[in-house]
Structure formats: structure tokens, C-alpha cells
């Protein structure tokens, strides 16, 4: 399994800077959320509606960053790879009991849907996680991009303890 930290852009001002309210919980971010210059070029995945079905069956609420009745395009892969859309977690979500069971069920739909002839297959999962520190001036808000590249069976057995140590500063 490849697994890539990195740093990404803050989610609520590109939000609000492309006239969308900012994320508070479990969010899907298109694609190209980071480097869409506005609102008309956001893509989501295609696996968008997957995963929300998914989530909406476990009980999980999502905000959606898209305003009532508004759709984004969605995108396909021509070949045998599973690309999730990028899931934002913010702080609350990342201290709470929702983020494992939304890996669980993810990371088991897919499991389950390669069973059989997959196993080979590559899998893309990515997280946008939202953190907060206390300063001297209130709160300093980061966000880390985590993407995850495995087979069904890696991806299955990546938690969301794993998740937080990923994005854990060193020394904390």
C-alpha cells in the first residue's frame, strides 16, 4: 500500500471563495476542488453517488458543499480502478465515533465488489482532514491531504487510528 501526506489548501476559504458555504463535518469535495479557479469547473468522481448511498445506508450525514439542486459532472475511469472522491473530514468528525464506520463501509464495499476477480485491482482513497491547534491567537486550522493506494484487501485493513496518526504533527 502507497500511502501520500501532504499539505492541502484550506478548505473553508476555497469554499467561501467559490460562493459555497464552508464544510463543518463529513464532506465530498470534487476533484478538483484545490485547483478550480470557479464554481463551473468543479468535477466530482464517479464514484460520488456510491459513496453517499453508502453513507446515507450506515446513518452518516454528510454536507454537501453543492447548494440545493445544484449538481456537479461527474467523471468514469475507462479501466479497473476504484478512485473514491475526496472525503473532508473536519476536527469535529476526526474526534468522533463517525470516521470509523465511514472507512468501514467504504473499505468493505470495495473488499466486496472485487471478490472473486478484483483482489489485482488498485484502489484510490483520499482524505482531506481538517486540524486545529490552540495558539497564543486563538486557533490555527490546517489541512492534510491523505491518499491511499492499495489493493481491496490494504485498503480494507486501513483504519481510521491509522488515519489520525497520519496527519498527527511529529513530536505530538
Known amino acids: 500500500m502507497k500511502v501520500q501526506v501532504s499539505d492541502y489548501i484550506d478548505v473553508e476559504a476555497k469554499a467561501l471563495g467559490l460562493g459555497y458555504t464552508a464544510p463543518t463535518g463529513l464532506t465530498i469535495l470534487p476533484r478538483n476542488f484545490a485547483t ?3 464554481a463551473d469547473e468543479l468535477v466530482h468522481e464517479g464514484t460520488t453517488p456510491t459513496v ?8 452518516i450525514q454528510e454536507t454537501r458543499l453543492e447548494k440545493e439542486g445544484e449538481k456537479f459532472p461527474s467523471t468514469r475511469h475507462e479501466f ?4 473514491g472522491p475526496i472525503i473532508f473530514v473536519s476536527q469535529t468528525v476526526l474526534t468522533n465515533g463517525v470516521l470509523p464506520v465511514t472507512i468501514n463501509v467504504i ?6 465488489i472485487s ?3 478484483r483482489h489485482d485491482a488498485e484502489v484510490t482513497i483520499k482524505f482531506v482532514v481538517e486540524t486545529t491547534e490552540k495558539t497564543k491567537h486563538g486557533e490555527k486550522r490546517t489541512c492534510k491531504s491523505v491518499e491511499i493506494k492499495g489493493s481491496p484487501k490494504e485498503i480494507k485493513e486501513f483504519d481510521a487510528e491509522k488515519l489520525k496518526q497520519l496527519v498527527e504533527k511529529p513530536g505530538k
Open 52 to 59: 453517499r448511498t453508502l453513507l446515507r445506508q450506515a446513518g
Open 107 to 112: 473499505s468493505s464495499y470495495i473488499y466486496d
Open 115 to 117: 471478490k472473486g476477480h
Open 80 to 83: 479497473w480502478e476504484w478512485v
Open 36 to 38: 478550480a479557479a470557479s
